[in-house]
């Protein structure tokens, strides 16, 4: 790959999504992101996951109820084709994410990939689905993905698109370092994550900062350990009184964050990505082919969760 190869990259960040909102209206807000960004010179455009409603797991309900109001059957679908119109006219592609149910009655937690002739060419199914599927009845919310959803079956897939390889993923699989090195061990030069972060976690008692500070570091941390561009687009702001953390952002190689939201509400962010900057990490000090040692990294794929020490041996 030569040198002085540069990507436009946007992050479409989204402020609250309502109960009420219907996808004409969310969907309108999304193209009016699409055309700023466009205008600004972007080429690919990273929106939130489940962009096109509210944050559903939220709510307990049962799982028809679900499908009825929030999920999508196809993709594109006459709500979404805006999207992809303008896609095509503007030469810009853009990231999505959106509940998806397959004709065999699947249900996942879902994003695509659009390239700038309007074609979708990757799909994928998160796989780090946090929460659970009982119905916490003292909690003030519910986090109901391993209710809603079944475990992604997609893997980790990198697209060839944009001049560049773009590997995909969503909001809690940001904070597994397995996630952003699949992405570079296939050469993924861009990585794209959209979230929902609630600022109050109903599963153990944690200070709003540190939601930040850990969405922060996790990203920050993997752009730099895997040489890559990230871009991450929030919802946030408050969805009918469920407050959710902004703080979208780009994040270069070096691990710095080259751009960032301000407010909690939509805005684009967007910055001249240069991809010169991960042949420069990936030929030296994350020379994967060089420095990596697989032969003593087996627990990683043999184990699931911690256990005992593993014999002394060589000593
Ligand atoms: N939508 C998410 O995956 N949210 C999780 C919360 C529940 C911790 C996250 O990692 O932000």
Redesign the pocket.
């Known amino acids: 790959m030569s040198t002085n190869r540069k990507i436009g990259i946007a992050v479409a960040q989204m402020g609250a999504v309502h109960l009420r909102d219907d996808r004409a209206a969310v969907v309108a807000r999304l193209v009016e992101m699409l055309r700023d960004a466009a205008s600004r010179g972007a080429k690919l455009v990273v929106f939130p996951?489940l962009a096109l409603t509210t944050?559903f797991p939220r709510y307990w309900m049962t799982e028809e109820e679900a499908v009825e109001r929030f999920f999508e059957r196809s993709m594109p679908n006459r709500h979404v084709q805006p999207l992809f119109d303008i896609a095509k006219e503007k030469g810009v592609g853009f990231y999505l994410g959106y509940a998806e149910l397959t004709p065999e009655g699947d249900r996942f937690n879902t994003s695509i990939l659009v390239d700038e002739s309007g074609r979708i060419v990757s799909k994928y199914r998160k796989i780090?689905l946090?929460?659970h599927s009982d119905h916490k009845v003292d909690a003030p919310f519910q986090?109901l993905?391993k209710k809603f959803f079944q475990v992604g079956d997609s893997g980790y897939p990198v697209a060839e698109a944009f001049g560049t390889r773009v590997g995909m993923c969503?909001?809690?699989d940001?904070?597994w370092p397995e996630t952003w090195r699949m992405m570079s061990l296939q050469s993924a030069e861009v990585g794209v994550l959209g979230?929902?972060?609630?600022s109050v976690?109903i599963h153990w008692n944690e200070p709003v900062h540190l939601r930040m500070s850990t969405?922060l570091v996790s990203l920050q941390a993997s752009a730099y350990q895997n040489a890559m561009w990230i871009g991450a687009a929030a919802k946030c702001g408050s969805e009918d009184g469920h407050h959710m953390i902004g703080g979208s952002v780009i994040v270069a190689p070096t691990g710095e964050i080259a751009a960032r939201t301000v407010t909690e509400e939509d805005e684009v962010i967007h910055v001249c990505a240069d991809l010169s900057l991960v042949e420069g990490f990936r030929e030296h000090v994350f020379n994967f082919a060089k420095h990596r040692r697989p032969e003593h990294y087996r627990l990683i794929v043999e184990r699931v969760g911690a256990g005992e020490p593993l014999p002394l041996e060589n000593i």
């Open positions: 996951e944050f780090h946090p929460g986090h993905e969503l909001c809690n940001r904070r979230y929902n972060t609630p976690n969405h």
